[in-house]
């Protein structure tokens, strides 16, 4: 259980709360106490048996950090400064031995895993986070054949991974595409290639998915998953979960004695695959849809590309990170009122950042996430397709009831509809349907039509599903902010009349 998350630490210390080395009033007799040489430097012991006079909290970027160095301690050196180091974190020493503990298997995991990451030292030059931004969207245009929205997009999703301890929410970078070589892979080796402790992951199990994220913290990059994972229940699940902070979190049973124990799966996580992916991950989800490139349209080859572009810009990312953290995570921004509750939420990182390094990223974001996410372009669920069909075929027929053999039929006369060919390239069943809208709590019952009582539906029952799921939208304000982008947004203020019910009904 990750019980770091539990404590409450303030790294702002001042010197009268520095942790200093304990008195050894419990040592055996037998065995003088060493006397502890002075550290050259706050915060710094070694584990060849020099004990630092004083370790200061303000020197950690965090708490996990804090701890991460007294688990380095040598087992006599943590002993001299327990004691003050629990009533500086104002927690129990025993709460505090078992944090130590835990964070010392973690780093014995670590060590013996063959999973490593490449340090990156953090930019030492002046930097302007709104160029660095522009840097990083100008490599994606380099290497990728994509529109302008997905380039921005990508380009504050990575930067989100820097930052990823400083955001309340999580979204997936879903990349998908109708057919082969469109550039999916391309595109994920070069977000690889940028952001925070990247690990390729291609069909991976869920066990291992979550210990990874729990042990390495990593940025996991998915390929190829429309092969394994819209198949796999529980590693969607695993994926689905870790889209928020307060909920990123699953139980396990561990060891001989079947412990139950708990997994942070919190993190940044980047799909591929052809396609699109399950209702759930794409609602989680920015989504880059690429397209295969023109004869005319041509991308620097990935693995031409100098590597130390990506060691500058990943060093600047560092640096940002370090820099902007706090304010990122004290960020409200401002939402635009054209995207639904959902992508509200993805988009609040993205647009977090965007606000923090200024310039034309504010606007430009905004403009982005309408384009891309706003709910008037969002894809529809299969069961709001079926509500929103069945909405159209009462006020067609002007009937306020229909039997269910009527309405499977009407919903079949179209056929570039789903329902035609819904299963097995078969139209859609009377129970098919009867279990999509019972989610809604809409069952079939006898109506009567003429001198006959089929089995059927009244408009009535429908009415509460199509005001809670098919009324529109608020669309985009006029005030949003704006900035130009590649294509102008297009957005309709009509609402459809709305049409009385009628006694007729549908036969």
């Known amino acids: 259980m990750n019980k770091i998350a539990e404590l409450n630490f303030n790294g702002n210390t001042n010197s009268s709360e520095n942790i200093v080395a304990d008195n050894p009033q419990h040592e055996n007799s037998e065995t003088p106490a060493a006397t502890p040489k002075p550290a050259s430097t706050a915060g710094c012991g070694d584990v060849a048996g020099n004990l630092p006079e004083s370790v200061k909290p303000s020197d950690y970027a965090s708490r996990e950090e804090f701890i991460t160095r007294l688990a380095q301690f040598d087992p006599f050196l943590y002993e001299r400064v327990r ?7 104002k927690v129990r020493i025993s709460f505090l031995d078992d944090l130590v503990e835990e ?11 063959n999973i490593s990451f490449e340090d990156i030292e953090p930019w030492q030059g002046d930097l302007d986070p709104a160029e660095l931004l522009s840097e990083i969207e100008s490599t994606v245009r380099k290497h990728i054949i994509c529109s302008k929205e997905n380039s921005v997009s990508v380009t504050l ?5 820097w930052v990823i301890d400083s955001v309340r929410i999580a979204p997936l970078a879903v990349i998908t595409a109708p057919e082969k070589r469109c550039g999916k892979t391309q595109l994920l080796s070069l977000i690889g290639n940028l952001c925070c402790r990247p690990l390729a992951a291609s069909n ?6 979550f210990r990874s994220i729990e042990l390495f913290k990593p940025t996991i990059l998915i390929d190829e998953a429309d092969t394994f994972v819209k198949g796999n229940e529980e590693l969607r699940g695993l994926i689905n979960c870790g889209h928020t902070r307060e909920s990123a979190f699953i139980i396990r049973t561990t060891g001989e004695s079947h412990t139950p124990t708990r997994f942070n799966v919190w993190g940044a996580k980047a799909i591929s695959g052809i396609g699109k992916l399950q209702d759930t991950l794409m609602d989680r989800a920015i989504v880059i849809s690429l397209r295969r490139k023109l004869p005319h349209e041509t991308a620097e080859r990935l693995r031409n590309a100098d590597s130390k572009t990506f060691k500058t810009i990943s060093s600047k990312l560092a640096r940002f990170a370090a820099d902007y953290s706090k304010t990122i995570l004290t960020a409200r921004p401002h939402l635009p009122e054209g995207l639904n509750d959902r992508a509200q939420d993805n988009w609040e990182p993205l ?3 965007a606000d923090c390094v200024g310039g034309d990223w504010p606007g430009l974001a905004r403009d982005v996430a309408l384009k891309m ?3 008037y372009i969002q894809k529809e669920s299969i069961g709001t397709e079926l509500l929103r069909d069945i909405q159209k075929i009462f006020e067609e ?3 306020d009831r229909i039997s269910s053999k009527v309405l499977i039929e009407s919903l079949c006369h179209d056929h570039e509809r789903p329902w035609s060919n819904y299963h097995n390239d078969k139209p859609i069943s009377a129970h098919q349907l009867a279990e999509l809208l019972r989610e809604y709590g809409i069952q079939s019952k006898s109506v009567r039509i003429g001198s006959e009582t089929p089995k059927g539906f009244m408009k009535s029952q429908f009415e509460e599903a199509f005001v809670r799921y098919l009324s529109p939208e608020v669309e985009n304000s006029a005030t949003t902010p704006q900035c130009s982008i590649d294509e102008a947004l ?3 203020d009509e609402v459809q009349p709305q049409h009385e019910e009628t006694p007729h009904s549908g036969a």
């Open 351 to 353: 647009l977090s950042i």
């Open 204 to 209: 991976i199990t869920s066990a291992a998915l």
């Open 157 to 161: 999703w990575i930067a989100m991974t």
């Open 83 to 89: 004691v003050s180091a629990a009533k500086n974190l």
């Open 373 to 375: 996410s706003g709910s």
């Open 103 to 113: 964070k010392r298997k973690e780093l014995k995991a670590f060590t013996e895993s």
């Open 397 to 399: 027929k002007e009937a």
């Open 490 to 492: 297009h957005v309709s």
